[in-house]
Each structure stands twice: as C-alpha cells, then as structure tokens.
C-alpha cells in the first residue's frame, strides 16, 4: 500500500465500488423482498430447472458485490456476477436482446453493464486498493 497510487490502481478501484454498490442495490432489494426470488424460483421450475437455484441470486447480488467492493476474492466475485447476470439475460430478458428503449438505448444496457464490469474485474482482479489484492 506504500506504493503510488497510479491510473490502473485507481481505475480498478473505480470500477469495483461502481459494478459492486449498484448491484449491491439490487440485492438489498431481493433481501427485503423476498417475493421477488419466489418468482425467479417459479421462472427456473418453468425453464425445467430446480427451483432452489433461485437462491443464488443473493450469492450474486449480495455476497459477490461484497466480495468486489472490499477486493476479497474479487475475479471470483466478478465470475459469480457474470454467471448471474448470464442466468438473468437467458431466463427473463432474451426477448430484450434486440430491442431499443422509448430514448434510443439498448433495453440490456443495464444487464451488459453488470456483465461486462464483472468480466472486466475478472479478468483484472481487485488491484493494490483492496483487503486482499490479487
């Protein structure tokens, strides 16, 4: 940590605490709605896959933005975002793929956000600002 900080330390810093605060948003919200992972549940059994996977949306959307954010096991927090958001595109959004907004943008740009971020990190790793850089 004595070491100067310089572009890519302070990029992957940046990188990790945006894809990690805002997805940690998502998750908060499947926390005080768990509703919500019961419709996802429904959606796996309808897709002929077991319901209890579900549950992985809190690995994905609570304890790997955990992981990013503090830059423990950080590529394997942006893999587990990757595998999440890849389970969200096929299974509710792959009508969305080629399709516009009312304003122009692509209607995933958000999913391709959290998915790209999360593969970009994986392949980078936390950097030097973290609790356990890699």
Not at 90 to 95: I, K
Not at 108 to 128: C, H
């Amino acid at each position: 940590m004595n070491e100067r900080l310089n572009n890519a330390t302070a990029g992957k810093l940046v990188l990790r605490l945006t894809l990690g605060i805002l997805l940690l948003f998502h998750g908060f919200d499947k926390l005080l709605h768990p509703a919500s992972v019961n419709f996802i549940s429904s959606t796996l059994t309808g897709a002929g896959l077991p319901g209890f996977i579900a549950n992985g949306v809190y690995v994905g959307e609570v304890i790997a933005p955990l992981m990013i954010i503090l830059g423990v096991y950080c590529r394997v927090g942006g893999l587990l975002v990757v595998i999440n958001m890849l389970f969200a595109v096929l299974l509710m959004h792959t009508g969305d793929l080629l399709t516009v907004t009312e304003h122009g943008g692509w209607r995933l740009e958000l999913q391709a956000f959290y998915l790209f971020s999360g593969l970009a990190l994986m392949f980078l790793g936390s950097g030097k600002l973290a609790v356990r850089p890699d």
